[in-house]
């Protein structure tokens, strides 16, 4: 007998509620849930395979050790910790709680109780070696919020958008980022349909630039000079809210003086667009009455994102692109503490140099938050003894891989939080497999939360859910939450652990919450963890929880005026930014920077059927998107290179090679050779690119044209050369 249960799917952060049948106690089947409000039933191939990755028969169910013979053996959870405890506690008498790092990947965003207890374990343990996937993901946005300033209502949203700008990113894919991701399709149909005009900067004509009606197809690489030329021909045509900016931002002068000389010829030679389109996108944005400019990783991973990110603020800010004072926000918080909106400046605060300092590169603490891209720099070293990998996979994921697993090798203690055999889990020395999906309870503020990074990923409405767990661990398992493995090792090492609800410094201002004390001494349930971590949230999550299907639960949220004694103001005339921007004036294109040994230019982009490494080897998406990842160029370029579809081919960049297998894609412009990441597994194991795939890390070098502020390296726009393989 099939039973249907209501729930949230967990296999990405989108949080789309769904309904799951389950039948002899194992999930059969996932569908979108019609009864939610919000989504309207959307739920993508990924959320429909989870039972796969749920029954999956190579998921890990005990956790394992690695011996001296190289080879992995079950171990009980409860030696396991009692052995990483133990261990810890030498690294540390030895070389100090700096010595252990953490590092926060993709799938604790699912699962809300894991970033809290492991950050709280990090900070009981005295050590700042706190790393998250943001700062190899879009960083720029901190940096920018930080250096500009944030606006305490929070920008004007998609709901009555009449204009919307998207840099590097594809949220038909990628599902928001750029646009709120419940149903990005449909509410992108009904917004084009209420005549919202979409620009678009991307070059790729992706599923999203196909809707645009102005779509920048640049060479990759020129997203800072493009959006100076935008800047200019608003400035310079007057087309800028100026009651906005006489009250609120500072730094004019100084901006004018530094995109003056990206005069709109110049800057469309340099990125090979129609001078016609860059002017017409400028004017469209900043006519219009209504909407925002927003990048994502194509923005962030082509160099210069710190620079790109602020100038997309910029953008948003001289067009006053804000709520104001008398308008209702559109989703006060649900599970998050009430907004208090007020119309005014964060002012600016620095963006770099906040404290823990990196060996390498003059990195550091910054708005970003430690940068990932300088971490196996510090292993190597010798910094860094103890590594914490928390739902992530550093092997495949972070940049520069030779140097990444060099580094993983190099480590005292590996510990390996995933449910798989990862290529980081083959390099760990304890693998320990979490509980996942309907076997935990969740709720829908592992969403709210991610608008503290940025408002554009906030959620439109006051959506609020509660999802039960409502089935039991395979029989024979011995699997711990990702939180239940942080408490257990703080009890072990007699740590007390604290909850920090983050605080927004890009959108709305909220009222704060102190953190919260976690009982040491009795172990709390999750569902009582889900209470610590919404306490204080607007709306009770046992209101919340009487909503089997979720609820919106609405509240008429006014935007208060400035404070009189405020005196904040956005500043758009940022020094180092705009020091950086005469940089980019004097520098070559980024397509002829390498030119003559590199002809191509390698560019990222997300495949539908995948999470970054996850998902890659179920069987069902796997028939949906095959099981490599592709090395997509234009049909002229196959042709002139003397490749059909399906060929192998050596790409080579300046910083190391892979074999990858060409596909035509007309949708790219010529000249580029697009990949997803996160493929190919480890290469010493010397895997068939036609199961596994290649992985583009390998292309890339930390040290290459890296950010200032975050560290993140070119990951995108890499130049290449590809070459018929012999
Ligand atoms: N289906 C699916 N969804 C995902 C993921 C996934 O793996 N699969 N991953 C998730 C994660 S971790 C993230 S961070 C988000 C990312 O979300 P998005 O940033 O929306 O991801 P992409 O679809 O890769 O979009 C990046 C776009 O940037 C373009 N691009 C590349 N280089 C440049 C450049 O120099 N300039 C400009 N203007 N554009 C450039 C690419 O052609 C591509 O279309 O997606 C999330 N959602
Ligand atoms: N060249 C290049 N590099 C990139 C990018 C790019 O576009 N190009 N994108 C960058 C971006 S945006 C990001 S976010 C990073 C991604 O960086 P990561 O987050 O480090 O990488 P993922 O592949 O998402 O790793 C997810 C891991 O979690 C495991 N997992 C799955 N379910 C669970 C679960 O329930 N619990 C736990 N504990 N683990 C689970 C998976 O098996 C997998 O090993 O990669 C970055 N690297
Ligand atoms: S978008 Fe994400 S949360 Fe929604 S169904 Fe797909 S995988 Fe699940
Ligand atoms: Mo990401």
Redesign the pocket.
């Known amino acids: 007998m099939i039973t249907q249960r209501a729930s949230i799917c967990r296999f ?1 952060s989108a949080g789309c509620p769904i309904v799951v049948d389950m039948q002899n106690g194992r999930p059969v089947r996932v569908t979108g849930n019609k009864a939610s409000p919000m989504f309207d039933g959307f739920c993508c191939t ?1 959320g429909q395979a989870l039972p796969e990755q749920i029954n999956d028969p190579q998921r890990l169910l005990l956790p394992q050790k690695r011996g001296l013979d190289g080879a992995y053996r079950p171990v009980g959870s409860a030696q396991a910790l009692d052995e990483i405890a133990a261990s810890i506690d030498r690294i540390v008498a030895d070389h100090g709680p700096r010595s252990v790092a953490l590092y926060l990947g ?1 799938y604790t965003g699912p699962y809300p109780a894991a970033g809290p207890f492991a950050v709280g374990f990090a900070r009981g343990l005295g050590t700042p070696m706190i790393f998250t996937s943001m700062t190899i ?2 960083p720029g946005k901190d940096i920018a919020a930080a250096l500009l300033g944030g606006w305490e209502a929070g920008p004007q949203v998609f709901a009555n958008a009449d204009v919307w700008m998207v ?5 038909l ?3 928001g ?2 646009m709120p991701a419940q149903n990005p399709g449909k509410r992108l149909t009904d917004a084009l349909a209420r005549g919202m005009q979409l620009i678009v ?4 004509r ?1 599923e999203t630039a196909r809707r645009a009606h102005i779509h920048l197809q640049p060479r ?2 020129e ?1 800072p000079a493009i959006l100076a030329g935008m800047i200019r021909v608003i400035l310079k045509e007057d087309l800028h809210d100026h009651a906005f900016a006489a009250e609120n931002v500072a730094g004019l002068e100084a901006l004018w003086r530094a995109v003056e000389p990206f005069d709109p010829a110049n800057v469309a030679a340099r990125a090979d667009i129609p001078e016609a389109d860059l002017i017409a996108a400028a004017r469209l944005f900043a006519t219009r009455a209504r909407g925002l400019a927003a990048g ?4 962030n ?2 160099g210069r994102s710190s620079l790109t990110e602020y100038l997309i603020a910029v953008l948003n800010t001289i067009c006053g692109r804000y709520l104001r004072a008398g308008e209702a926000v559109a989703n006060p918080g649900v599970l998050l503490s009430r907004a208090t909106p007020r119309a005014q400046a964060r002012p600016p605060r620095p963006a770099r140099g906040l404290g823990e300092t990196m060996v390498v590169r003059g990195l550091g603490m910054a708005a970003s938050g430690m940068p990932t891209a300088a971490l196996a720099d510090e292993i190597l070293a010798g910094e860094v003894k103890a590594l914490f990998s928390v739902g992530g996979n550093p092997a495949t994921a972070w940049p520069d891989q030779p140097r990444t697993i060099a580094a993983l090798e190099q480590l005292d203690l590996f510990v390996q939080l995933d449910i798989r055999m990862s290529a980081s889990a083959k390099l760990a020395h304890y693998v320990i497999p979490p509980k996942i999906s309907f076997e935990v309870p969740t709720a829908s503020f592992a969403k709210e939360n991610i608008e503290i990074y940025a408002p554009v990923f906030a959620v439109p409405e006051p959506f609020g859910m509660y999802a039960p767990a409502f089935m039991d661990p395979p029989e024979g398992s011995d699997l711990m939450e990702e939180w239940e493995v942080f408490y257990g090792l703080a009890q072990r090492l007699g740590l007390e652990l604290k909850i920090h609800h983050a605080n927004s410094v890009a959108g709305l201002a909220r009222a704060p919450r102190p953190p919260a004390q976690v009982d040491m001494k009795t172990k709390p349930t999750t569902d009582e963890i889900l209470e610590l971590l919404t306490a204080g949230s607007r709306i009770t999550l046992d209101e919340v929880k009487r909503h089997p299907d979720g609820a919106l639960f609405a509240e008429t949220i006014i935007v208060a005026p400035r404070d009189s004694a405020c005196e904040a103001r956005l500043n758009v005339g940022d020094e180092a930014m705009m020091s950086e921007l005469g940089e980019v004036l004097v520098e070559p294109p980024a397509a002829q920077r390498a030119a003559g040994a590199y002809p191509f230019q390698l ?6 059927h ?3 490494s996850a998902g890659r080897d179920l069987p069902m998406l796997v028939r949906k998107g095959g099981a490599y990842n592709p090395a997509f160029m234009h049909p002229d370029d196959l042709e002139a290179l003397g490749l059909r579809a399906g060929n192998r081919v050596q790409i080579r960049s300046p910083h190391g090679v892979i074999t990858g297998i060409v596909q035509p894609d007309e949708t790219l412009r010529r000249g580029l050779v ?1 990949m997803t990441h996160s493929y190919g597994d480890l290469p010493k194991l010397g895997l068939d690119v036609a199961q596994h795939g290649s992985n583009t890390s390998a292309l890339t070098s930390v040290e290459d044209d890296y950010d200032r502020f975050s560290g993140i390296p070119r990951m ?2 890499v130049p290449v050369d590809v070459r018929p393989q012999a």
């Open positions: 990405c990924r993709t993901d879009q840099v590097g990113g594809n949220p894919v990628s599902i980022l750029t900067i991307d070059p790729r992706t990759p690489g997203d994502a990783t194509g923005a991973m082509s560019i990222s982009r997300r495949a539908a995948v999470l970054n697009s995108s726009a």
